[in-house]
């Protein structure tokens, strides 16, 4: 197998959780973001209702698989 297949299957997370905490801006929403594209379903930690609830909104927007 080569090519985008190849990556996809080595690098997939699907099936897997993961927990971010400070999951609600920058790094953590980025991480949040790229484990959410590989498959993952994540879970946000972070102190601010508001800005969790706004990144899980996102998330979800995308299509993405993510609770709080």
Known sequence: MTGAGFL???FSLAGRVAVVTGGSSGIGA???????????????????????GAAVSGLRADGRRTSW
Not at 38 to 46: F, N, T, W
């Open 8 to 10: 996809e299957d080595l």
């Open 30 to 52: 980025g991480m949040s973001s790229a484990l959410a594209r590989a498959g993952a379903r994540v879970v946000l930690v972070a102190r601010d209702p508001s800005r969790l």
